[in-house]
């Protein structure tokens, strides 16, 4: 085979990869978005080790975040709720459904402590309505509990990014209705 085919049928397979890997995060995300009562405009997957180094820290200690006035639903590519959805693991895709609801809640205007009461009473119908496990369910529903009782002051286990332009570089997958973002 002359040797220009082999790099031909290379670089095809290089061109392949991502979208390979996309239709994966796609395919997760959708079953993650059947769980709730409204879909959100947008879902963006972000690769932290792909952002500018500026919000790189920032990113890999979240595992959902927006940005201001922003109506997409940012997902980090390392984190543990999405890192076992993409696994099939049933319990990992209802806490991503619960994490993607309080962002959602937040895009609606609430902040923290409604954000959390939100997302709390989601995970409670999937516990009464017997989707998930009664025992994991209650045992994470006293983690999400427990981020309240700490203090007075909220641990926030998510972000209001002010950030806009750097962000889309870092997209490595893009769920929504809508048309993809154009880069700005
Ligand atoms: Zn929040």
Known sequence: MPSYVIA???LTSLAQAPRRE?????????R??????????????V???????EIRGTLLRM???????GRVVYLTSHGEALQGALKGW??????????????????HGADEVEAQRREEALWI???MDERVDPGDGMRYLSGLKSRRSKDTKVQPGDAVLTLKGPLMTAAIAVIGPTAPLSKR
Not at 90 to 107: D, R, V
């Open 22 to 30: 996309d239709s994966r995060y796609h395919q997760t995300i959708e």
């Open 125 to 127: 119908r999937y516990v």
């Open 47 to 53: 690769d932290p080790d792909q952002a500018g180094a």
């Open 8 to 10: 031909l049928l290379f």
């Open 63 to 69: 595992e959902a975040f927006i940005t201001k006035g």
């Open 90 to 107: 049933s319990l990992h895709e209802y806490i991503l459904a619960s994490i993607i609801w309080h962002e959602m809640a937040h895009i």
């Open 32 to 45: 993650v978005l059947a769980l709730l009562p409204e879909r959100p405009a947008q879902v963006v997957i």
